[in-house]
């Protein structure tokens, strides 16, 4: 549930040039509340399995992050396509992949290596839909053989939520009797990262998933705030998910380092990590 923020943030603060252009403002501010996005959903598989009582076998992380591709898969709308693709980059990106951390800190944490989840999200999309993302799944590295597999293993995480989640849809039979509060608290200087996920609904789209759709037992909160830390959680003690402004600063960093003119980034993927790390994920 939790990441490792502290850690995060020493990691990941590129050493950014003074003048960053408008324009890679404007392309790190849509990456930075895209992959803010898929982080969110990714708290909302938490929040589903703790409220609603769902059983997972395997990983938590893993199965947050199962029920985060299926739902923005379903939603199958330009806006969703962006999320995973830039969020599967965002992972790729990640310097958190062990062979670029010092010490093997990364392997204690509950979470998969982020390069193991920028493949799975890329499989669970190809596994959706060949067609359309077999292009970015071959630039991942993903032979046709894998591309063939991933519809098995997205089928599989497809049904089974479907399965788990349907006896608490609602219905007149099954009313909510809770609702989301959505908050966004001050965010002092990250007022533009505040200002662009508030721009674009970000808690109150995803509220609206779980409202519109699922019978929730007792009130919640979506609080996007100040935390000190780069974080975001599900707790269910205080019936809230916890998203802090300093992700989706984080997440902007990201991108300007390994994409912005003269930033001396290029992190761009060249596809040759190949398929071997998804292995344990699947
Ligand atoms: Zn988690």
Redesign the pocket.
Known sequence: ??WAPAIVALWAMPALSQDVSENDMAAAMAFAVNNSTLILY??MG?LFVGELGLPVLGK??DA?DSLAAVLLLDENADWSDAVLRDSAEGWYLSPFNGDSVPGDWAFMDE?SLDKQRAFFFVCMMVGNNQEYYGELATEYGMDADRQEKCKYIYQQAHDSWTQLLDPHALSDENLASGEIEVVYDDPGEFAEYAEALMADSFLEYAAGVVTENYAIPRNLTFRAMQCGVSNAYYNPGDAQITFCYEYTKHLADLYLSAFATGSGGGGEYTGDESTDETESNQ
């Open positions: 549930m939790r990714h708290e938490h938590n992380e947050a979470h």
